[in-house]
């Protein structure tokens, strides 16, 4: 079998369980394993190489490890956890099941967040950002690389997710400093602990979050199956999925330097309730986007 005839092969397959990417994904799988059989560098042999070297004979075993991968793809399991990478803003991030994929409107996220920077913050020596729910770290471990003069914080609830975000870090070289909290309760108790009113130079600049936003509800109606591979922690919340944006809100000011910034991502639906809910926790809405909102701390 050659690499034209395995492609067509597992194209077809795929395209028999509705997935709409089957030749791309065909095309991925099989520059991985290609790639592996020479490399163990998480990269990938292109797709053009597979085009210009469609008669190459498969051996046997980049055959039995492409089909291996093709039947998890066939489960309807998401690619990214397959090839153990999924690429985000430019960047290529290890990815597991411990954490959630990272999607392309939360690139979104990044750009409001640089906006924010340029515009308010960029007078200060160092701005400091903390990322809430980093998961696989990719949020903070872009903003790491892509400004200058910024200090960024991650945290997390799950120590698996942690060392993932960590480990992108390190393959990325961004200095980041990691922290395991639920929100903002990392740093509320060590102010009860240390009994005193947190000064502002323990605060942030800016706190940004894709947290769980999810309704359940949502997910049976409109979800593709790859969802249910994902960790429903990440992605699930009650109260219409505001549950977790609604407390981050509550606790916010316990973070925030006086004009501070937090950027939240949200699902469209959502934007009008957690616009209402945030002025009555002194803020005010800044900018406005299709899957989130940036707020100021007054």
């Known amino acids: 079998m050659n690499i034209n005839n395995w492609l067509n092969s597992a194209t077809t397959r795929l395209k028999q369980v509705s997935i709409d990417s089957a030749r791309l994904d065909a095309e991925l799988i099989l520059a991985q394993v290609l790639d592996s059989a020479t490399s163990r560098r998480m990269t990938n042999v292109s797709r053009e190489y597979l085009l210009a070297h469609d008669n190459q004979k498969l051996r046997k075993q980049a055959i039995f490890h492409a089909n291996h991968f093709l039947n998890r793809r066939l489960k309807r399991e998401p690619l990214a956890y397959i090839l153990v990478r999924k690429e985000f803003y430019g960047r290529g991030f290890i990815v597991t099941p411990d954490v959630l994929i990272p999607r392309p409107e939360t690139e979104s996220l990044i750009d409001i967040t640089k906006e924010v920077l340029v515009k308010t913050v960029s007078e200060k020596p160092v701005a400091t950002i903390l990322d809430i729910g980093t998961g696989s770290g990719a949020i903070a471990i872009t903003l790491a690389l892509e400004i200058s003069n910024v200090h960024l914080t991650a945290s997390d609830i799950s120590d698996t997710a942690l060392k993932i975000a960590k480990q992108n870090a390190d393959n990325l070289?961004?200095?980041?400093?990691?922290?395991?909290?639920?929100?903002?309760?990392?740093?509320?108790?060590?102010?009860?602990?240390?009994?005193r009113t947190v000064n502002s130079h323990d605060k942030f600049d800016i706190i940004v979050a894709n947290l769980p936003y999810v309704d359940k509800t949502w997910h049976a109606e409109t979800e593709s199956p790859e969802i249910t591979h994902e960790p429903a922690i990440a992605l699930f919340a009650k109260d219409n999925g505001l549950a977790l944006i609604k407390k981050l809100i509550a606790q916010a000011p316990n973070g925030l330097r006086r004009n501070g910034f937090l950027i939240l991502e949200m699902d469209p639906r959502q934007i009008e309730e957690v616009k209402q809910f945030a002025t009555t926790k002194n803020f005010k809405v800044i900018d406005e986007w299709p899957f989130g909102l940036s707020l100021q701390l007054f």
Do not use: E
């Open 173 to 195: 070289d961004a200095k980041i400093n990691f922290v395991k909290s639920d929100l903002l309760n990392y740093w509320i108790l060590k102010q009860v602990q240390d009994d």
